[in-house]
């Protein structure tokens, strides 16, 4: 049983560079999201989307686009990435919003110099 | 304002022990649900239990219960005879019926079991 996958589980950065954080679950959850976790702030809503074609930004979007043009696969792109992006970032998914718990994948850390 | 609030930061017991981690929400629907997630040293993060806003009663599950009392907004995790494999971050999360696609975490617990 797969779940929720994220790749890559850690990645490099210097700023300014560009990388995509890959996101796919095979339950059929329409629910998906992102959040990061940072030290003293636990996990916060980056982006979320509750179907193929709707994303909707969270409490913390800026520097970070998302698109989901399937119900597997909601990728998290950072166009030119910052300091303050690193980051242990967690992609999860749900049976419904509000309704069912949400199942997260392992985890990508990320660190931007 | 924060919608949930976990105001123990880190805390130590010694093996055996019982331990209260303590979890105070905010909202105004009447129709939420309330979750704990438990992070191991190893960084995932593994689902506990949810309750919905109109289920009052406490559950148990082994050394695991929860207390959940509407009237003081506070959804409190307890672990009886702590063990060494409890050493973990808890969060605590909110999510309200009217904006069902977010969901609220605490800023977590970390618990410290030492043997």
């Known amino acids: 049983n797969a779940g929720v996958t994220q790749t890559p589980k850690f990645q490099v950065l210097k700023t300014g560079q560009s990388m995509t954080l890959q996101c796919a679950q095979d339950m059929n959850h329409e629910y998906m999201s992102w959040y990061r976790q940072d030290p003293g702030m636990g996990l916060r809503l980056i982006h979320y989307s509750v179907g193929a074609g709707i994303t909707d930004q969270g409490e913390v979007p800026n520097g970070y686009n998302v698109s989901r043009s399937t119900t597997e696969d909601f990728p998290l792109r950072l166009l030119s990435a910052a300091p303050s992006q690193t980051s242990v970032y967690f992609c999860?998914?749900?049976?419904?919003?509000?309704?069912?718990?949400?199942?997260f994948g392992e985890g990508s850390r990320l660190t931007v110099l | 304002a924060q919608k949930v609030t976990q105001a123990q930061t880190e805390i130590s017991v010694v093996e055996k022990e019982d331990v209260t981690l303590d979890c105070v929400y905010e909202t105004r629907d009447t129709t939420y649900y309330l979750f704990w997630y438990k992070q191991p040293p190893s960084g995932e993060l593994v689902f506990l239990i949810r309750?919905?806003?109109?289920?009052?009663q406490n559950e148990i599950s082994g050394r695991y219960s929860w207390n959940f009392q509407k009237s003081t907004s506070s959804f409190n995790f307890t672990i009886t005879a702590s063990q060494v494999v409890d050493s973990a971050v808890y969060f605590c999360?909110?999510?309200?019926?009217?904006?069902?696609?977010?969901?609220?975490f605490g800023t977590g617990t970390s618990l410290t079991v030492i043997p």
């Open positions: 999360a909110l999510s309200e019926a009217r904006t069902g696609n977010q969901f609220y």
């Open positions: 999860a998914s749900s049976y419904g919003p509000g309704h069912g718990e949400l199942f």
């Open positions: 309750r919905n806003s109109f289920d009052e």
